[in-house]
Every structure is written in structure tokens, then in C-alpha cells.
């Protein structure tokens, strides 16, 4: 429920802002040592690399636009019958495959689709039936999820277009990513029902699950040669960033107790990550083999969504007042440098039932026309009956805690309200002593969404108090 309703709020402020898109770089203001890419006139977001190929989700046009490095050129990949859903870990690209989640609105779905780079051609992926979501593209493979709301993974060999489903459990699949031949998503198949990090390769006939055994592991990406897995894992009110090797099976704790990690990504030799133990989303950058962190931006301005691959780094940031896309090399990373020590911390292997991945064809569906038999409609006369105005007592609310959480009027008056990275138009505050996240849309102030670090929502108003929304 609390999914359903996140989802519908970011596509209700997505529309809100629809004008025309400029292509090409501009004059845009830009943190130090960093290239603004775009430069209005609406909002840019979840920006993804690989080489010298940039792309990411246009909000004023609703469609995806991709950079060349090398020329400098902008193009729409997207079209009418491809159109991007703009949602955050929709969009992935692996050197001349990009995908994204998108509907046709001929087939009344959601669909993923796969554009290359090379040749220009835009398929789809999926038919249209289903919940197709969270996909990742590697240089052979697309993988994502699908399913009912715990969802399964699906995989499609790009050469033979072969569809296969990897999982077919009870437990919850979701973001999935790939790189080389490795790939991942995040599943609760745990004894406790605690989110891990699911790992498989083309080399594996099975899955291993992986991730800090306190807490949930999440949004983990893979590095483009597949050896490397950085997730997040929130533990509480702590967060942090970790990375596994693969060939090692070796994992180290990358951010130190100050963190407060909300996006990460990895590649070669270094960790990028978005954090907000300034006050404000920065930019940070983690240098594997020295233990390194670099803050890439420290200013009064959001940045998150952070990529990286061949030592260049792109995110989106807020520096304008509306959310553009930026690049910079490694090398042109700012800032002090604080020695953060690399704390190997040990992994919990959960052993779980092989799955074979088997191969499932797709069919198409034809559809039957069913006559539609006209009835015949009997006028009912309609009595007036006169209405009494009834007056209205207002009763106030009597704060009373719902799950041992209390919010009050002065909460909500007290918190740091910032535009949203992940939901345009929308604020959101962070209450990190309690481990809350108050999400409000500035079209209906009194309405307050509470997201607890453990994953329950919650809503808020002057005239209801505090209402738990999980079913």
C-alpha cells in the first residue's frame, strides 16, 4: 500500500511541469571542478553512465535524453510508444544498451525497453502484461523484476532473446542491477525476513544472499566488470555504505559512524555515494584501494542519484533551484580528504534453496471481442427531500501514540523542509534521532507521509493525528 502510494504521488508531481526540452548542454552553474550538462527548463533526474554514454530521465518532456562525452551531442532515445515512466532505478545503461521502464499506451501496460546505442533500434523487452520494474542491463543480459508486489526476477539474453525466470518463491524480490556477468537484487528470503542482497552469475547455478547481518541491505549496484557490489544497509537510525568483492567474497564497511548514505554507486576503483551528514544531500567519493573519502561537493545545494564509470562521475543536483544533471573526472574531485580506515566486516551467507533458472516463453494473448448488449434504462422519479443544516462541533484531537510513535503539531512546526530528491515538486524533512522521513506536497501542507527507517508509512494532519497506512 505504502509502495502504491509513493508511486502515484511522484507521477501526479512528475506531469505537473510538462513544457518543451531545449536539447543540448547550457550555461548552467556548476559545483567546482563539475559540467553541468543540462540546463533547464524543467527538472533532470536519475542520471546513468557507462563510457562516454550519459542518459537520464527528462521531467519536462517525459522522455530519456542521452550525452555524448566525446561530441557533446544530446539526442531523445525515448519515443510516444516508449515513454518513460521517470520514476527513481528505472533506468539503466551498460555501454550501447539502455533501458528504462515505460508504457505504450497501446498495450495499456508497463513495458521495459531496450534502445541501442549503435544501431539506433528501440524494442521492447516485455509484452506489456505484468508489473515489469527496476531494470538492469549488463552487455548480454537485461534483468528485472516482475510479478505480483513481492515480485520475481526475470532475465533476457539480448542475443537470442530468450526470456528466463530465476526466482519462483514467496519472497520478496525488488531493484534489481547487473554488471558484467554478475547480477543482483534485494531479497528477504533471510530467517528473519530481513532485506539482503541476492547475488548470481552466469558462472553460478544458484543464488547467494549477502549483506551486514544487523538491519536491511539495500540499492546495491555492480561495478562494470562484475567484481564489485556496493549496497546501502540501514540498521535503525544508521546507515552506511558497504562493498563486497566478489572473487574475494571479502566485504568492508566504506563510510564511518557520521554517515547517513541514501544513493551509492561503484565502478573500477572507487565508490560514489550521496549523504546527508551535512545537513544537505553531498556528493562523496571512496577510493578502494587507498580507504580514501573525498567530499566531491560541499555547498548549501542537494545532490543525489550518483553514477559513476571510468573514473567520471555524474549525478543530478539541485544548484539552480530545479534539479540538472552534472559530470565531473575523478580528478576534479574537491574538498578535504578524511582517512576513513577499511573495517572488514563479515558477511552472513544464508543458505538457500537452488533455483534453476528456467526458461519461459512468452505468449501472446489474443484478445476476444464480447458483444455489449444494450439495456434498457427505466426513468425512476427522484423525490426532493429537503436537507437540515446540521451544525459541526469541531473535536480535537487527542494525540495518542499508533506503534509506540507519537507526532505532534510541534514536530512537523520544527522540521528542515528541502525539495525532494526523489519525488519533483514535493518536500521532504529528516528527523534522524527517531529515524523518520516526512515526505509533504506543498499543494496540501496539512497532509504529512512518514516513512520510519524500518519501512513503515504513516500519515499526518492536524485534523486525523497520526494514521498507520501499511495493510
Known amino acids: 500500500m505504502a509502495v502504491v502510494l509513493v508511486i502515484t504521488v511522484a507521477l501526479i508531481a512528475g506531469a505537473a511541469s510538462a513544457q518543451l526540452f531545449p536539447p543540448g548542454p547550457g550555461s548552467t552553474p556548476a559545483p567546482s571542478g563539475a559540467t553541468a550538462i543540462t540546463s533547464g527548463p524543467g527538472d533532470n ?12 530521465y527528462d521531467n519536462s518532456s517525459a522522455s530519456i535524453q542521452l550525452y555524448d562525452v566525446a561530441s557533446g551531442n544530446v539526442s531523445t532515445i525515448s519515443t510516444a510508444a516508449a515513454t518513460p515512466i521517470g520514476l527513481p532505478h528505472e533506468l539503466a545503461i551498460a555501454g550501447n544498451n539502455v533501458v528504462w521502464t515505460g508504457g505504450d499506451p497501446q498495450a495499456g501496460g508497463d513495458i521495459v525497453f531496450l534502445y ?28 528485472w523484476i516482475d510479478g505480483d508486489e513481492l515480485g520475481d526476477v526475470y532475465f533476457y539474453e539480448i542475443a537470442s532473446g530468450d526470456i528466463m525466470r530465476a526466482t519462483d518463491d514467496p519472497y520478496e524480490q525488488t531493484l534489481a542491477a547487473a554488471g558484467g556477468d554478475t547480477f543482483v537484487w534485494v531479497d528477504n528470503e533471510t530467517s528473519k525476513g530481513n532485506l539482503a542482497i541476492a547475488v548470481t552469475s552466469l558462472n553460478e547455478s544458484g543464488i547467494r544472499l549477502i549483506g551486514y547481518k544487523r538491519g536491511d541491505n539495500s540499492y546495491p549496484d555492480v ?14 537510525n544508521r546507515t552506511a555504505v558497504y562493498l563486497y568483492d566478489v572473487s574475494t567474497r571479502n566485504a568492508t564497511r566504506v563510510t564511518g559512524g557520521s554517515a547517513q548514505p541514501d544513493a551509492v554507486a561503484v565502478d573500477g576503483n572507487y565508490v560514489v555515494y550521496s549523504d546527508w551528514r551535512s545537513g544537505n544531500l553531498d556528493i562523496y567519493l571512496y577510493d578502494i584501494s587507498t580507504g580514501m573519502e573525498t567530499p566531491v561537493t560541499q555547498d548549501p545545494y542537494a545532490q543525489s542519484f550518483p553514477d559513476i564509470s571510468g573514473g567520471r562521475i555524474v549525478w543530478m543536483g539541485q544548484d539552480t533551484g530545479q534539479w540538472e544533471i552534472y559530470e565531473m573526472e575523478v580528478t576534479g574531485a574537491s574538498g578535504s580528504v578524511t582517512q576513513v580506515p577499511i573495517t572488514q566486516v563479515p558477511i552472513t551467507q544464508v543458505p538457500i534453496t537452488q533455483v534453476p533458472i528456467t526458461q519461459v516463453p512468452v505468449t501472446q494473448v489474443p484478445i476476444t471481442q464480447v458483444p455489449v448488449t444494450q439495456v434498457p434504462i427505466t426513468q425512476v422519479p427522484i423525490t426532493q427531500v429537503p436537507i437540515t443544516q446540521v451544525p ?7 494525540q495518542t501514540p499508533v506503534d509506540g510513535l507519537t507526532i505532534t503539531a510541534a514536530d512537523i512546526a520544527n522540521l528542515q523542509w528541502q525539495e525532494d530528491p526523489a519525488i519533483p515538486g514535493w518536500s521532504s524533512a529528516r528527523d534522524q534521532a527517531r529515524g523518520l522521513t516526512f515526505y509533504q506536497d506543498p499543494g496540501t501542507p496539512d497532509i504529512i507521509l512518514i516513512m520510519t527507517d524500518g519501512g513503515e508509512w504513516y500519515g499526518y494532519s492536524s485534523m486525523t493525528g497520526l494514521v498507520p497506512l501499511n495493510m
Do not use: E, H, M, Y
Open 223 to 236: 561495478s562494470s566488470d562484475g567484481n564489485r557490489i556496493a549496497w546501502i544497509n540501514t540498521d535503525g
Open 116 to 143: 541501442d546505442i549503435a544501431s539506433g533500434r528501440l524494442q521492447p523487452v516485455t509484452n506489456g502484461s505484468g508489473a515489469p520494474r527496476n531494470p538492469g542491463v549488463s552487455q548480454d543480459f537485461v534483468i
Open 392 to 398: 459541526i462541533t469541531q473535536v480535537p484531537i487527542t
Open 45 to 56: 533526474l536519475f542520471p546513468a553512465i557507462s563510457g562516454n554514454s550519459i542518459v537520464w
